[in-house]
Structure formats: C-alpha cells, structure tokens
C-alpha cells in the first residue's frame, strides 16, 4: 500500500460524510489549537466530527489529511512517517483516528514528538474514553487539549430526526424554570413518543443506519470495546475479559444493581480487588456508570454503592426484560452525569454536585422520602408538564 492510497481514502471519506446534523461539542472545540484530542466511547460519532470539520474547513488539496490508525498502512508504517510526508508536502492538519489502536508502543511519546518536532502542524487525534488523560510519560496534557464527547442527548436527538431544533439548558435554568421551558417545547413537538423513542435507540448516531440491526450492532460494539479497544488501553488478560462479560451477563438482569462485592468475587471466582477494577475498567469504558457514596469515589478500594449500564439504550440491547423504573433512573444518571457530579445518597436516588437530591419514578411518584431534603426534586416520567419541584424526567435530556 502506498502512502498516497491514505490520501485518496482521506478524500473519499470527507466528500461522503453526512452534513445533516453536526454534534454540540463541535462548537465547543477551539479548532485552532495545536494538538486536540477527542475522547469517547465507540459508537458516539468521534470519525464523523473530525471528518465533518475537514469538509466545514474546506482545506486545499493536500492540506489536510485523515487517517485511522488501525489502517493496514500502519502495520508496517510509523505515524511519523506520514508526518514528515505530509509536512514536506505543504501539509498543515492531521486528523488521526482510533489513537489507542497504534500498533507500537506509547503512541502518546510518539505524537508528543511530532508536536515538538513539527511545529506548524495542527494535530487532531481521537481515542477510546479509557484514554488516560495524564499521559505522564509524555506530558501531553500541557500540549494537548482535551474533550469528551458523549452519545447523543435527547436535545439531539430531536434534531436528528429533524423534529426541532431546541437550545441546550443549564441545571439551574431548568430547576428555577422549568415551566416556561416545557411550554416552548411542548408546543412545537409531541415530545412524549420522541422520549421513549430515544430510551431504545437514540444515544448511538449510529442508529439512522442500523435501526432495525440496532441491537446487534450494540452487542457488537461491546464486544469490540471488550476484545479490541480495552486490552489496547490496559493490560488485560484474558480471562479477566470473559469474566467482565459474565459481569455485564448478571447485571443485565437487574439494573440498578446494588453489589455485594464478596458475593460477585466468588462468581466470579476473583478477588474482591479484581472486582472493583473490572468495575473501573467497565465505567472506563462508557458501559456503566458506578456511584459512590459521596467522597468515597475518591478511594481506588471504595465499595460501589449502585450500577447502572452507561445508557438506556445498552440495556435493551442486552436484556429482554427491561424494567421502566430502572430505564428511568439510568436515562437520568447518563445524561447528568456528562456535566455534572453525581454520587450515591441514602434518602433519594441521586445526590447531584453535593448539593440536590433527585428521587426518579413515575406519575405516582411522591417527596415523601425526600420532604425534609433541601433542595430536593422529583425527575418524573410519562409527563409533559411538572409543577414546582416536581420536573419532566424528559427535560434533564436538554443539559447539553
């Protein structure tokens, strides 16, 4: 394979991607910078952005240049040759994709090098959200700007399937106003069907061309995660791998899972030291999410309090017997969690930033358990409109 068949595949790529609809961080990203990186788990559209920024930029030929470092030309081919190609071509952007899956070691002394080395180069590179941010060895973090790019909000999912286009609100706008905000929602889209639409299929981009294929490709994508991306980002053995898929087996089946750890070790036939970084690893990894009880998440040996999967959407695709309460909670905890703290409380079901207390249900839901909290808020389903404290559990899907 010849280094200009990265060219034509770059090219073919940026004339064939979709314009439609172009994710929220990309407005947040200072392009201009030298070296960005973008992190997040597979399947949330990180190739999309950077390839949609190429074609907004409209670079000359030559200028720019996207490739995956999973490419075949890499097995045989270091990065840096590329770059000293690209570079002595009249190249000024490199947009690298799939980072983690760099076939030689420590990839990130490798980009610090070209940073250093070329320094008219802007370097855009993206990776799995198990990428370590510190990269001590190379010291990327004081070159390197970092984002976190998520699935989809129910704000863009709105969007995406071309219903409205809606602002993003604060927390504290939708806690203080959130009247207002439902009444200019709900009077230009039937918002209801548009939620329970997105709780199945709406978090992946990539759902508008799998639908029907959607769980599947769910299942596989956690297979890759698993298999591919993970051992790529920590040393893992084997047999660690298929006991975190039998993890993800039993939770599957009751979610939020409240875990006694000494039990899931004897399962599991591993330690109790084991479970808690398989358990690291899985949330690492954008396929749970983990809540502590305030402060202790600070400790590596603290015990998690509850689990639930990442997103709504990985639990239909792994469970036949999904449970509307729990895909209620898990919807709530995903979508906050993306800007803000969330951590385990006793009395309701969410503690948020150390400072509100949310208890999640249904219609029926009432602040009994939660009437002597301040600041303390009812996030409830199957409502157009609340009332006071009482909050659509939809509308925590515009936060971003």
Known sequence: MEIS??????????SAVNMTCIRFLYEKILWDSRMICIKGARGVGKTTLMLQRMKIRNFNSGQAVYVSLDDLWFSEHRLIELVEYHYTHGGTHIFIDEVHRYPYDNWAQELKNIYD????LHIVFSGSSMLNINMRQADLSRRCLFYNMPGLSFREYIEFQDKGKFKPYP???????HSDIEKEIVSKIKVLPLFEEYLRHGYY???KDVLEAYPIELQQIISTILDVDLPSVNYVE???????KRFLSIISTSVPFQLNVTKMGTLLETSRQMVIKMLSMLNDAALLTVLYSGKKKFSQLAKP????????????????????????ETFFANQLKQQHELSFTG??????????????????KT???IKDLPNSYLAIGNIEYGHHNRIPLWLFGFLY
């Open 171 to 177: 927390l504290q706008d939708i806690l203080d106003g």
């Open 367 to 369: 602040f009994n358990q």
């Open 305 to 328: 309090e509850k689990i639930y999967f990442d997103n709504t959407n990985l639990m239909y695709a792994l469970s036949s017997n999904v449970e509307i309460g729990n895909v209620r």
């Open 238 to 244: 084997h047999l660690t791998i298929a006991k975190m």
């Open 347 to 364: 009395t309701g079901d969410f503690l948020v930033d150390e400072s509100f207390t949310f208890e999640v249900g249904g219609d029926y």
């Open 205 to 207: 981009p990539i759902y």
């Open 5 to 14: 068949d990265l060219y034509i595949k770059s090219a073919r790529l940026v």
């Open 117 to 120: 080395g070329y320094p008219l």
